[in-house]
């Protein structure tokens, strides 16, 4: 399974973006998807995750704000975002077949490449 992630970019502080994650194969729809990110100078954290099933989950700092979503037809999952932050200012990978625990980065087997998110002030 490859995935391409895309969307990213530079927003101003309370704005939104979207990015997506699409798969290749014909898997997509039986994979547990997450989002995780990474600001220069500090660990990959769990954003959300979408089970196959299509429950959600989220880091608290932004459940209120993010939502993922994921169309098994297109093979690809995404991330809204909204009241963006400097603060989320990151990398942000896309993930798929979870084996473990849902907000750590060893549980997944398939990673995209990242895009990049950039938040002004």
């Known amino acids: 399974v490859q995935l391409q992630a895309s969307g990213g970019g530079l927003v101003r502080a309370g704005g939104s973006l979207r990015i997506s994650c699409t798969a290749s194969?014909?898997?997509?729809?039986?994979?547990?998807m997450g989002w995780f990110r990474q600001a220069p100078g500090k660990d990959r954290e769990f954003v959300a995750g979408?089970?196959?099933?299509?429950?959600?989950y989220y880091e608290d700092s932004v459940k209120d704000r993010f939502t993922i979503s994921r169309d098994n037809a297109m093979k690809t999952a995404y991330l809204r975002m909204s009241s963006l932050k400097p603060g989320d200012t990151a990398v942000y990978y896309c993930?798929?077949?979870?084996?473990?625990?849902?907000?750590?980065?060893?549980?997944?087997?398939?990673w995209g490449q990242g895009t990049n998110v950039t938040v002004s002030s």
């Open positions: 979408i089970s196959r099933s299509g429950e959600r």
């Open positions: 993930a798929a077949d979870r084996s473990g625990p849902y907000y750590s980065s060893q549980s997944y087997t398939y």
């Open positions: 194969g014909r898997t997509f729809r039986w994979y547990d």
